[in-house]
């Protein structure tokens, strides 16, 4: 499977956006889709994922309230919307996808194998 990451941008804290992660191939809804995050001298970090043939998302504790996670199989698109966005949210956010991973190992990227190229969030004022 092939990941596009979309819908980065600059915006002012308190705002909103949307990311997009297209996804080439059959069978999308058979994955796990994640999402990550590298801000500039920090390592990746696990923001949010959709299991699997499940509509419920986990979330990392600093996203949980802000940040929702869906996907639309029809589209082979997995969405991330980001509300109340905080200058720590800047980062480059990446989509990643397994078919493999388990719950435990989840919110750990080394179990994905399929990656996006990412999009820039900066959040600034």
């Not at 970090?45 to 996907?71: L, P």
Request: aromatic share 12%; hydrophobic share 35%; glycine share 8%.
């Amino acid at each position: 499977v092939q990941l596009q990451a979309s819908g980065g941008g600059l915006v002012r804290p308190g705002d909103s956006l949307r990311l997009s992660c297209a996804a080439s191939g059959r069978a999308f809804s058979s994955y796990t889709v994640g999402w990550f995050r590298q801000a500039p001298g920090k390592e990746t970090e696990f923001v949010a994922v959709m299991k699997r043939y499940n509509s419920n998302g986990v979330y990392a504790d600093s996203m949980k309230g802000r940040f929702t996670i869906s996907r639309d199989n029809a589209k082979n698109t997995v969405y991330l919307q980001m509300n109340r966005l905080r200058p720590e949210d800047t980062a480059v956010y990446f989509c990643a996808a397994s078919s493999t991973v388990i719950s435990s190992e989840i919110s750990n990227r080394r179990f994905y194998d399929y990656w996006g190229q990412g999009t820039q969030v900066t959040v600034s004022s």
